[in-house]
């Protein structure tokens, strides 16, 4: 039975296992995804989405599957940041020092950040579950 985070999104997958001539692509952006938007589902109803790169078509995808109103905000129409507040933003590009509202709540996912490292920690501990079939919560 495939659980939602072993589809790939954006034509991709970030994890690939093969056993019983079987292989399965998993999509860990995806599930990481999941485990930081749980708590931020009762206190927002949309979510701006910065990028369109396979890191932004995960967090689409899971978002939309939370329920979530996605928007999703490229080169093309980067001004709206200046325009939003108390909003949930989420950045899923590698641009650093983006300047937003300050009544936003930011979710960035570079590596060196507080939500940047979660995100990624909550990556490591699928991709061992995946590869060791254990599972590792911290």
């Given at each position: 039975q495939?659980?939602?985070?072993?589809?790939?999104y954006g034509?991709?997958?970030?994890?690939?296992c093969?056993?019983d001539?079987k292989?399965?692509g998993?999509?860990t952006d995806?599930?990481?995804?999941?485990?930081?938007?749980?708590?931020?589902?009762n206190k927002?109803?949309e979510?701006?989405?910065?990028?369109n790169g396979?890191?932004?078509?995960?967090v689409?995808?899971?978002?939309?599957?939370m329920?979530?109103?996605?928007?999703n905000?490229?080169?093309?129409?980067?001004n709206?940041?200046?325009k939003?507040k108390?909003?949930?933003?989420f950045?899923?590009?590698?641009?650093?020092?983006i300047?937003?509202?300050?009544?936003?709540?930011?979710i960035d996912?570079?590596?060196?950040?507080?939500?940047?490292?979660?995100?990624?920690?909550?990556?490591?501990?699928k991709?061992?579950?995946?590869y060791?079939?254990?599972k590792?919560?911290?």
């Amino acid at each position: 039975q495939k659980t939602a985070y072993e589809i790939t999104y954006g034509d991709w997958s970030s994890d690939v296992c093969s056993s019983d001539l079987k292989t399965i692509g998993y999509n860990t952006d995806y599930y990481a995804t999941g485990k930081l938007l749980e708590s931020k589902r009762n206190k927002f109803k949309e979510i701006f989405i910065l990028g369109n790169g396979g890191l932004a078509s995960a967090v689409i995808s899971k978002s939309i599957e939370m329920g979530f109103i996605v928007n999703n905000i490229t080169r093309s129409n980067w001004n709206e940041l200046d325009k939003l507040k108390n909003s949930l933003i989420f950045n899923c590009t590698p641009v650093t020092n983006i300047e937003f509202d300050c009544s936003n709540e930011f979710i960035d996912c570079i590596i060196g950040t507080n939500t940047g490292n979660l995100f990624h920690l909550n990556q490591a501990m699928k991709q061992f579950e995946i590869y060791t079939g254990i599972k590792y919560e911290v």
